[in-house]
């Protein structure tokens, strides 16, 4: 049989998994909920029934070369999460050393986001480039930052944090970390609903269909449903988002002169109602030897599929 490695993608609201060969081809895959168990023994005893028949089917454990994981605040020099502001577990969890007992593999563990630019660079559209920064606008807003052709991981394996990046000093609080105004508040599917409510609730008056549903029971996903059909709310959300995230890319830019910025993840769905605000703001926002360079663009990958084979990608040798 064929070696092949496992990769799991472990996000703050759904856990991705597959079986990869080696020419980054998933043979199977499946996911979990992640935050449906308190504690993270739980949650990888339900890993391991999960993926139990997927490494049986694929030729048994002697054929698997490792597990590769992408997870917040996922540390590759240690192998843990360590604070992980979107997980129900909180402090330090070793993750890889509790992986690898259960299935008797070896494991690797990196931050959820470099995982996935790891997987854009091997297998999607940054395939050949050596500098660039891909955007996960998911539950939170996570980012890998690719420079000189390697993931930059700084002196403790925590660099590139730039969901946690303070955009509006004073502002919105994010209740994971503490801190006010992240563009992680903002720009994630969680941020927009936070917008929706905001906005309909300090304009009792304005018209919208979004008024249709409970404040409990507004998402990402009814904005932009709302949108689509013309709701100027819904639209104002998206404006707003795309601002603020384009503001922000625009001092990445600055620092670190990409060739190309990857989103990805559940937001890009919405597809120019979030690109076209974005966009904008990014470029009014870049001083001029920086315009009109640098290539914005949505990830080509199936969603799930960057982070799977990234987080494959770290046990190839």
């Excluded at 597990?67 to 604070?83: C, D, F, L, M, R």
């Excluded at 050596?130 to 925590?158: A, C, E, N, P, R």
């Excluded at 008024?211 to 709310?233: H, M, W």
């Excluded at 503001?247 to 830019?253: D, K, P, R, T």
Aim: charged share 20%; hydrophobic share 40%; with cysteine.
């Amino acid at each position: 049989m064929s070696e092949f490695a496992i990769g799991i993608d472990i996000g703050g609201t759904n856990t991705k998994f597959g079986i990869v060969d080696k020419n980054g081809v998933i043979l199977a895959q499946d996911r979990t909920l992640t935050n449906e168990h308190d504690n993270v023994q739980e949650f990888i005893e339900d890993l391991y029934l999960k993926l139990t028949p997927l490494i049986a089917k694929a030729g048994g454990a002697d054929n698997c070369i490792g597990i590769g994981i992408g997870a917040p605040n996922g540390n590759y020099y240690t192998g843990n999460i360590e604070h992980a502001a979107n997980l129900k577990w909180k402090g330090i969890i070793p993750l890889a050393s509790m992986v690898s007992e259960k299935f008797g593999i070896k494991v690797k563990v990196t931050n959820d986001a470099n995982a996935a630019a790891v997987g854009e660079m091997m297998y999607g559209c940054a395939k050949g480039m050596k500098h660039f920064i891909t955007i996960t606008l998911g539950t939170g807003v996570g980012s890998g930052i690719v420079i000189d052709g390697k993931i930059v991981l700084g002196h403790d394996g925590f660099a590139g944090e730039l969901g946690h990046v303070v955009v509006r000093p004073g502002g919105r609080l994010h209740k994971g970390t503490g801190v006010r105004g992240p563009l992680e508040a903002y720009a994630s599917a969680t941020g927009v609903r936070e917008t929706a409510i905001e906005i309909l609730t300090e304009n009792p008056q304005t018209e919208s269909l979004l008024r249709d549903y409970s404040l409990n029971d507004i998402t990402s996903q009814t904005v932009y449903e709302c949108a689509v059909k013309g709701d100027k709310i819904a639209g104002q959300i998206f404006d707003f988002t795309g601002q603020i995230l384009g503001e922000a890319l625009a001092n990445f830019i600055m620092f670190s002169s990409p060739e190309a910025i990857i989103l990805f993840g559940g937001l890009t769905k919405a597809g120019d109602l979030i690109m076209n605000p974005t966009r904008d703001a990014m470029e009014k926002n870049l001083i001029q030897v920086f315009k009109n360079k640098v290539k914005l663009m949505f990830s080509e990958l199936k969603e799930a599929d960057a982070a799977i084979l990234g987080a494959s990608a770290l046990v190839w040798d």
